[in-house]
């Protein structure tokens, strides 16, 4: 298996600009999250979907940010507009299937993106 | 709420000796705990995890961790640490009752020839 794969894996861009971050999660496995890791604040959840389905989205920072996954091998991360603070790593982790609560298997993190807005 | 405290920012080691990387948790319920390493550009790699059972647990690159219930704790260890083991190390924990894993701030550890 070739793991999560992230595109791209360096993003250079303007403030204002759009930016798109992708992922494909491991195949069979139904639950995907996204992370962004800051010095300052290490490592965050930004949405964690099940099934396709966004079932939590509580560490999206603003609206500027949003994710889609419109089938189960892949997931899209949009920044509009782009600001300089938004410069960080951000990783896709996808887990093994049903992401039921009682299952705890690990989660497999993608090589990341890092993202710098000018 | 859950949360994760490794309390060491670095830890430095020479070859061939014992490492330790400690880590502490907070949960309500029954935690389930993780270990990850990060290499420079690169994504978290699982080690190992806990779940229920046997306090140690034993995972990848020779790496092990107990389980202290009573000190809420989940400390890494290596018998024997290699220069290759210098990387970034990540606690994570989760509660029963929850799918979000809560990550520490991280361990820096430098194996020294």
């Known amino acids: 298996d070739a793991g999560v794969i992230q595109s791209p894996r360096h993003e250079v861009t303007e403030m204002g600009q759009e930016v798109t971050l992708r992922c494909k999660p491991i195949?069979?496995?139904?639950?995907l999250f996204w992370y962004r890791q800051t010095m300052m604040r290490g490592l965050e959840l930004l949405i964690y979907?099940?099934?396709?389905?966004?079932?939590?989205d509580s560490g999206m920072p603003e609206d500027r940010f949003s994710a889609k996954m419109p089938n189960a091998s892949f997931s899209t991360l949009k920044i509009q507009p782009s600001e300089p603070r938004d410069s960080a790593v951000y990783f896709c982790?996808?887990?093994?299937?049903?992401?039921?609560?009682?299952?705890?298997?690990?989660?497999?993190f993608g090589p990341g993106t890092r993202l710098t807005v000018l | 709420a859950q949360s994760v405290a490794q309390p060491e920012d670095q830890v430095n080691v020479a070859e061939g000796n014992p490492l330790t990387v400690k880590c502490t948790y907070s949960?309500?319920?029954?935690?389930?705990l993780f270990w990850y390493v990060q290499y420079p550009n690169r994504g978290l790699q699982f080690l190992l995890k806990?779940?229920?059972?046997?306090?140690l647990v034993k995972g990848s690159y020779g790496f092990e961790a107990e389980f202290n219930k009573s000190q809420t704790s989940f400390h890494l260890k290596k018998p024997s640490a290699l220069v290759s083991d210098s990387a970034l190390y990540f606690c994570a924990v989760r509660d029963l009752g929850d799918y979000k894993l809560s990550f520490g701030a991280g361990t820096t550890v430098t194996v020294r020839a």
């Open positions: 982790a996808s887990s093994t299937p049903s992401g039921q609560l009682e299952d705890v298997d690990e989660q497999f």
């Open positions: 949960v309500s319920g029954n935690p389930y």
């Open positions: 979907f099940n099934n396709n389905v966004p079932i939590d």
């Open positions: 806990y779940i229920t059972g046997d306090n």
């Open positions: 195949s069979g496995h139904n639950s």
